[in-house]
């Protein structure tokens, strides 16, 4: 029991000093926050800080990687792809972004974006290229190999999503994610060789 109260008094803890430092980042670049910017807004001290983080790129870093955790449950949740032909749920990933916008838009404004990037991709590519392997086993016979596919469709999305939190999502979810079907599918198309998916299934 002590064990459990302990381990929710640390997650309690870097979730305050999270939630500070989103707060923050949506009234000021990432770059002009402190460390005693995030101690103040969250009441916290400096200790305390610093027994959980090395700094506040380490804290950055732990809110994205929960920020992921939460897309990879939504893009794993079995449920999601009942009723779909498509292999790739970036519909889902378009309404879930939606849904948490202000959320999406502080971590990927500023010095965000460059997180994104450097984590947010490698972390989506691999996603993208398990589901893309769950569909399509005969890697021999590709043109282009899976990491590399995986890769491109992960870039794409991301800089999308970027320039529809950039704009204030103009289009709705639907719309952005036929558009990026519809720049991305024909080549993954013809390298996935559609005779070998599933019947009726789309490669993304």
């Given amino acids: 029991m002590k064990s459990e109260g302990k381990d929710r008094r640390i997650r309690r803890t870097r979730q305050l000093l999270h939630e500070a430092l989103i707060s923050l980042i949506q009234e000021q670049p990432y770059k002009n926050i402190s460390v005693q910017d995030i101690l103040d807004r969250a009441d916290i001290g400096r ?7 090395q700094d506040k790129d380490d804290l950055f870093r732990y ?7 939460s897309l990879t449950r939504h893009m794993n949740n079995p449920g999601q792809l009942e009723g779909s032909s498509h292999i790739f749920p970036s519909l889902e990933l378009f309404q879930h972004i939606q849904e948490n916008h202000k959320l999406y838009t502080a971590i990927m404004g500023g010095q965000g974006l460059e997180f994104m990037f450097k984590y947010g991709q490698k972390s989506l590519s691999q996603r993208i290229q ?4 769950s569909y399509h ?8 190999p899976f990491s590399i596919l995986s890769t491109y469709l992960a870039g794409a999305l ?8 950039d704009n204030r999502m103009p289009y709705p979810p639907e719309q952005m994610d036929a558009m990026y079907r519809r720049l991305a599918l024909p080549g993954v198309i013809e390298i996935l060789h559609p005779e070998t998916l599933p019947d009726g ?3 993304i």
């Fill in 47 to 53: 200790s305390t800080f610093y027994s959980h983080f």
């Fill in 63 to 69: 809110g994205f990687e929960k920020m992921l955790e």
């Fill in 130 to 133: 398990r589901h893309l392997e």
């Fill in 137 to 144: 086993s005969d890697r021999e016979n590709l043109s282009i």
């Fill in 158 to 165: 991301i800089t999308l999503l970027q320039w529809w939190l």
């Fill in 201 to 203: 299934a789309n490669p």
